[in-house]
Nanobody, 124 residues
Framework: QVQLVESGGGLVQAGGSLRLSCAASGRTFSSYTMGWFRQAPGKGREFVAAFTGSDSSTYYTNSVKGRFTISGDNAKNTVYLQMNSLKPEDTAVYYC?????????????????WGQGTQVTVSS
């Protein structure tokens, strides 16, 4: 059974930074692409970024390019999301998830295991 545990969320002012962590149990991280998604109140879950442990490939949605950086640590089985220049519209619950190989990493339905989420609130 795969378990994903997010941490690092909180309240920050606009322009500030946060780093989210997602610790994965089992032999998950290096063998799969891991993604970050977010869900704001009243909205659907949207793709934010993804990281492939085997070759360090990264993927981002346009709205976070240049502000967010996804990375991973194979030894710690952990993926990170460094979020800089945060905006109020980044406010959401952030989830990490494990991607199913052979499908688009941008699509929420292509992920099978999910963490419980961590709240990020950006005040204006």
């Amino acid at each position: 059974q795969v378990q994903l545990v997010e941490s690092g969320g909180g309240l920050v002012q606009a322009g500030g930074s946060l780093r989210l962590s997602c610790a994965a149990s089992g032999r998950t991280f290096s063998s799969y692409t891991m993604g970050w998604f977010r869900q704001a109140p009243g909205k659907g879950r949207e793709f934010v970024a993804a990281f492939t442990g085997s070759d360090s490939s990264t993927y981002y949605t346009n709205s976070v390019k240049g502000r967010f950086t996804i990375s991973g640590d194979n030894a710690k089985n952990t993926v990170y999301l460094q979020m800089n220049s945060l905006k109020p519209e980044d406010t959401a619950v952030y989830y990490c998830a494990r991607h199913q190989p052979g499908s688009s990493p941008f699509v929420v339905q292509n992920y099978d295991y999910w963490g419980q989420g961590t709240q990020v609130t950006v005040s204006s």
